[in-house]
Nanobody, 121 residues
Framework: QVQLVESGGGSVQAGGSLRLSCAASGYTRYCMGWFRQAPGKEREGVATIDNYGSTSYADSVKGRFTISKDNAKTALYLQMNSLKPEDTAMYYC?????????????????WGQGTQVTVSS
C-alpha cells in the first residue's frame, strides 16, 4: 500500500517560488511525479522521475520547475521558480510501478490529497 502526502502549497505573486514536498510510504522502485489540475481542466503531468533519477517535464514548466527525490527519506520534491498565474492549480503527487514514467495520468494509481498553488499577477 502506497501512501502519499503533499505539502508546501500556498499563494504567491507572479515571479515567486514555492517548493512542494511529497512524503511517500510503502513504495519501492516506483515512477513518481507531480501533476496538476486547474478548475474545469483535466489533470496533467508536470514532471516525473524514475528510479534512476531520470526526469521529464511538461514544456510549459521546463527551465522553471525542478523535480527531485530523496530515496533515503522516501520524499519527492518540486521546486517551482518564476511562477506564473497559469501555474495556479491543485498539485498532486502520484506514484505507480509503471515502465514509462512520463505517461498518462490514468496510468498512475496512487495519489496524494493534493496541495493548492495560487499565483497572482
Amino acid at each position: 500500500q502506497v501512501q502519499l502526502v503533499e505539502s508546501g502549497g500556498g499563494s504567491v505573486q507572479a515571479g515567486g517560488s514555492l517548493r512542494l514536498s511529497c512524503a511517500a510510504s510503502g513504495y519501492t522502485r516506483y515512477c513518481m511525479g507531480w501533476f496538476r489540475q486547474a478548475p474545469g481542466k483535466e489533470r496533467e503531468g508536470v514532471a516525473t522521475i524514475d528510479n534512476y533519477g531520470s526526469t521529464s517535464y511538461a514544456d510549459s514548466v521546463k527551465g522553471r520547475f525542478t523535480i527531485s527525490k530523496d530515496n533515503a527519506k522516501t520524499a519527492l520534491y518540486l521546486q517551482m521558480n518564476s511562477l506564473k498565474p497559469e501555474d495556479t492549480a491543485m498539485y498532486y503527487c502520484g506514484a505507480d510501478p509503471i515502465f514509462v514514467c512520463w505517461s498518462q495520468t490514468t496510468d498512475y494509481n496512487y495519489w496524494g490529497q493534493g496541495t493548492q498553488v495560487t499565483v497572482s499577477s
